[in-house]
């Protein structure tokens, strides 16, 4: 790299462009720390990349230059001995419920090869996970359990920040029963009820995902107020709810496939049902959002997208649902309320 490059006064829009074409050194530095497990090794005090290579068994020197780099990120920090330690961004890295760890390998794996085929996600239009490891991600991550548990976890690393922005800009206490439809491994479901001391819930997800879910939530504190079923909502929703609530499930799909699962939960609403879709709402414009590029997610990881108010609208109607309002939060999501027509 010239000097030109690294100076951003120059050539501010060479470097720029220079910086968003780079951004997988950074990504792949940042699994590779994940992967080893490094934020752990230096919990208990620094290490050097020697120390740390001989526990990992790792190339010295190579695993250095890595460190090195992060370092120069703010992730990890280098003494005068060249012993690493931990920074606030590199404790995002430790095994620990609510780290980042599980979402960095996430998009170090098979995000990370799925992107890599992005441009045939642009010819075909289908998503490149499939054509990438042979299976659509849902059937995939049933037939590979480790790499399920990790997504599960890593659900909560990358929207986790959102469960209570929702719960502050909505008012769940007045239902009697929540229903969360796709609700992974129930940390959302166990979040609206722990602040909702009144209200039931029933956790809804294919049975392999309940399943891993069902310790930890029965040993939870709402344990006695939450129902665990397992299912497909592509065949049928659990009935009795006041409100049918899906976070990150309607952008996973096309309009055939979050039609089947809107009017499964038609069929088994009540008419005072509300039906509550969090979802990112793509703004017009060129401005910058969050979920512009969890779009591209969409179209290569699942083959789905995230929507305009309008789009979210039209979906609505079809599947039989009046968009009541759109409650925005403070996090990147908002909640697209409907109720049945
Ligand atoms: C993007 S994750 C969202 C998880 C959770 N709602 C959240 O916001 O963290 C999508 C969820 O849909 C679930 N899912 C996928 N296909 C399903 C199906 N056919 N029936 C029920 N759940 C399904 C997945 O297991 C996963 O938990």
Redesign the pocket.
Known sequence: MDQAQNSSAAKPAQYAIFEMACGYWVSQSLYVAAKLGIADLVADGPKTAEELAAVTKMHGPSLHRVLRALASKGVFAEDGEHRFGLTPAAECLLNRPGSQRAMVLMMGEEHYRAYGELLYSVETGKPSFAHVFGAPI?EY?SNHPAQAAL??EA??G???A?TAAMIDAYDFAQFGTVV??????G??IRTVLEKNPNVQGIL???PH?VERARPALEKSSVASRLKLVG?????SAPSGGDAYM????I??WYDPESLAILKNCAAVMRPDAKLLV?DAVIEPGNGPQFSKFLDITMLTM?GGKERTEAEFRELFAAAGFQLTRVVKTTSPVSIVEGKKR
């Open positions: 849902f991550l997504f599960d659900m909560t990358i929207h986790g959102e969360d439809i796709g609700g992974g491994n940390t959302v809804y997800d294919m995902v299912g497909s909502f592509f065949e899906m976070r990150h499930i952008h996973d969090i699942p």
